[in-house]
């Protein structure tokens, strides 16, 4: 069950990543479209997610934050299981660094809303408000428009093409890395 | 010259002047370890618990650490441990490079290959100030860049430097390494934010070459 409300937007709210999310994160993580564009090459057990959403929180330089749609009078604090459904996550890691980098999914029944713009950009929003980073990187594949797109659209310069770096789906795939720097969200 | 992966930082190198005050890092080596490959001038050899001085002093120079991307200072159980680190790890190939021009071998720098398990492993190395200038680096890495190649199944290799250090950039050049895309201000060395430039190899650019 997702936790409290860190941030809300328009239609999403940004809740703690719970242990009892554990199986949520798993079956999106075992998604073909979901862990081909996170490069996760093999399926993770319960335990195994388990023990990851555990070292996140014990990590000073992560953060994790749930992507929820909440009903209308959803709870703040350990809402009810109709109250809110979870949608996806966004990591933030090594903010306690130069430069923070991004990670995020959806789960592939709400891609195409925009749900992930609005929870990267609450979440960008975040991390430059309450860490002294310089910068926020992200990456992505050659072939994932959608998330190229999405960092695009939020301001995220593309920094670096690894040629081959990755190898994905059943071919060798480029890495696009992505930079937004302090001066640029701030403008 | 180096990479910042891992356990140990990997920025390569410098061109700055030597201006050693410090002892000859050479002489406080012990014999080093065995043969592993060799270059004309150079050979990369196994590194021992021995070596922890002289690496430790490599790392500490304000020349070196900085271009590592090391920002505190190193001691020499710290040096030791990661070499035992490494020994025990099959994924992170560490060598010490080795001047083979009198009767024992002088170490002038180091050079490493990490998480041998990616789909491109990282490169790193440095080179001690006052042996720079001299092609040593780009010998010795490129051994090292031979060696990867043939002996692991590795569809290419990177590297990352500080973009203004010209000496660890020309070294990948040299080997015929291409400019993959430069993050702005990504990290902050020397009391400034300064950008760290990425390059790949391929093996048929490596093949070709």
Known sequence: MPGPIIDAGERVTLRAVEREDAEFVQTCATHPRVRFSLGIDSHQ????????????????????????????????GDPDEEETTPVGAVHARGVDRERAWLGYWLDPDYHGEGYAGEAVELVVDAVFRSHPVHGISAGAYGFNEASRGLLESLGFTQEARLRNAWYVDGAYRDGIQYGLLRREWES | MAALSGGE????????????????LSHLCDMPGTVFRRGDRLALRTVEHEDAEFIQRGHNHPDVGVTLGLNRPESETEAEANIEDDEGDPLNVGLLVCLEDGDEPTPIGKVRLSNLHHTRPEISYWILPEYQGEGYGTEAVGVLVDYAFNAHEIRGLQAQAFAPNEGSVGVLENLGFTHEGQLRDARFRNGEHVDVVWYGLLREEWEDD
């Open chain 1, 45 to 76: 057990t319960k335990a195994e997610v388990r023990e990851r959403i555990e070292n996140d929180t014990e990590n000073e330089g992560t953060r994790g934050f749930l992507v929820c749609l909440d009903e209308e009078g959803a709870a703040a």
């Open chain 2, 9 to 24: 930082p990997s920025f390569v190198n410098a061109t700055h002047s030597p201006e050693t005050d410090l002892v000859p």
